[in-house]
């Protein structure tokens, strides 16, 4: 059974953190024309085509830069993960090849596409949404 510790329950930076997301969506759209689809930003990355690089390398870095500098502006923070550091690389190495066959992931698709009303993005959101929970099931439940 799944129970919620309320004395933990801090909305405020996940709603802070969702608001900078649709922030840079937004910024992202209005400034280049281009989808904040991480999956295909990284992975222009990865076949580089000239005039693509640098935007796509600043936006990842500012990704990856984000949490110090969350540390910086509130001070220190904790994250534990249940499962360990290889159970994270596996899951993220899954996530990436399961965005190759959803083409896109749960920004491009949940995010930008919603925002759109693409039809398609509907769909892939909710695939995201039921492989999630059934995974988290099965996970939580017999492994």
């Not at 936006?59 to 540390?71: C, E, I, K, S």
Request: positive net charge.
């Amino acid at each position: 059974m799944l129970t919620v510790n309320w004395d933990a329950f801090t909305p405020y930076p996940a709603l802070f953190g969702g608001l900078l997301i649709g922030l840079s969506a937004v910024m992202l759209i209005l400034l280049t024309g281009r989808v904040a689809g991480i999956s295909g930003i990284v992975g222009g990355l990865l076949k580089p085509q000239r005039g693509e690089t640098l935007w796509r390398l600043t936006f990842v870095l500012g990704m990856v830069a984000a949490p110090w500098l969350y540390q910086a502006a509130v001070g220190s923070f904790e994250f534990e993960s249940p499962r360990g550091t290889a159970a994270l690389v596996v899951a993220g190495l899954l996530v990436g090849y399961g965005t190759r066959l959803g083409s896109g992931c749960t920004s491009g698709h949940g995010v930008c596409g919603l925002s759109r009303l693409s039809l398609r993005s509907l769909v892939a959101t909710c695939v995201f949404m039921a492989a999630g929970f059934v995974v988290a099931s099965v996970v939580m439940h017999s492994i």
